[in-house]
């Protein structure tokens, strides 16, 4: 049977696509992390996805890519987090 997932059914697929974020970084996949949190970000991009953003964005560091890129996913974790300092300070 093919049916939308509730909400709390949604809100588990999406901690465990976070947490398979997470294991690619300590993995050094860095593309599949990227892979992971661009799919995550396309059916969900609201607020409560800034660990998405912000492991992508170390995914994307990691992998060299432009200080534009890296800068721009650090603002967009900067203003979710509200001036968190534990993610702030790992930024910036």
């Given at each position: 049977k093919n049916s939308v997932?509730?909400?709390a059914?949604?809100?588990l697929q999406l901690?465990?696509?976070?947490n398979l974020m997470a294991c690619?970084?300590?993995l050094g996949e860095f593309e599949e992390c990227v892979n992971e949190g661009s799919e995550v970000l396309s059916y969900d991009s609201g607020?409560?996805?800034?660990?998405?953003?912000y492991r992508r964005g170390q995914a994307y560091k990691e992998?060299?890519?432009s200080c534009a890129i890296v800068?721009?996913?650090s603002i967009c974790v900067y203003k979710l987090y509200c001036n968190?300092?534990?993610v702030t300070g790992r930024v910036f």
């Open positions: 997932p509730s909400a059914g949604r809100a901690q465990c696509s976070v690619y970084l300590k607020t409560a996805n800034a660990k998405a953003y992998l060299g890519l800068y721009s996913f968190r300092s534990e």
